[in-house]
């Protein structure tokens, strides 16, 4: 390992360690900092509703997933898809798999059996290179095909909130966002780390 890679690798541990939502996720027993910025989205937005019917992409470790089950009760259902394994979670069933495999998005058809999903959630980010071009380019690849998944989900009326990072390709997307939804907002939670280029995208109708 260069110096260089060494010292950036000390510098975002002290940085991860010393973070207040970091600390705050273990004290409350949550897996991730990242339910915050859903947290503080559902504060605001109020997207999420007891009884509804929520898809989680990309869904581990399961802290949205976590929040989202508790959030809309037991009259409601949590489905978590991820290529990744997850520890299980009350109320919530997980899939394990790529969302844009047919075999898994057929499996998924057949759990939530004819039911209309009222909200496709995304907190997906590509593997980061460093290289800013490279990154964005997979990022959006990862959104895209996210708005494909939740276009064939979403019932009429639903929601569709993603995680992207600012750049200039992204206003494509955000375009594409606007034509089939009529609602598109650019969120940038207070749990988003300020430096950091993320922001989410909340489609709504």
């Known amino acids: 390992m260069s110096k260089t890679k060494s010292s950036s690798s000390k510098r975002w541990l002290h940085e991860h360690n010393s973070d207040v939502y970091v600390k705050r996720a273990h004290q409350e027993g949550y897996r991730a900092r990242s339910v915050y910025k859903l947290q503080e989205i559902q504060a605001i937005h109020k997207i999420l509703?007891?009884?509804?019917?929520?898809?989680?992409?990309?869904?581990?470790?399961?802290?949205?997933?976590?929040?989202?089950?508790?959030?809309?009760?037991?009259?409601?259902?949590?489905?978590?898809?991820?290529?990744?394994?997850?520890?299980?979670?009350?109320?919530?069933?997980?899939?394990?798999?790529?969302?844009t495999d047919p075999k898994i998005v057929n499996a998924l058809s057949q759990r939530i059996g004819g039911a209309e999903v009222d909200a496709v959630l995304s907190d997906m980010a590509p593997n980061l290179s460093g290289c800013s071009v490279t990154d964005q380019a997979r990022s959006l690849e990862l959104l895209e095909a996210a708005l494909v998944f939740a276009k064939k989900f979403l019932k009429?009326?639903?929601?569709?909130?993603?995680?992207?990072?600012?750049?200039?390709?992204?206003?494509?997307?955000?375009?594409?966002?606007?034509?089939?939804?009529?609602?598109?907002?650019?969120?940038?939670?207070p749990a988003s780390r300020s430096r950091s280029k993320e922001i989410f995208l909340l489609a709504q109708n």
């Open 49 to 99: 509703k007891p009884g509804m019917v929520v898809v989680d992409l990309g869904a581990a470790p399961g802290g949205w997933s976590e929040f989202v089950a508790k959030t809309i009760g037991k009259s409601g259902k949590v489905f978590a898809v991820d290529i990744l394994s997850m520890q299980p979670i009350a109320g919530v069933e997980f899939i394990h798999g790529d969302f």
């Open 156 to 189: 009429l009326k639903g929601i569709f909130l993603c995680k992207a990072f600012q750049g200039a390709e992204l206003i494509k997307f955000t375009n594409e966002l606007r034509k089939n939804f009529s609602t598109v907002k650019i969120i940038k939670p």
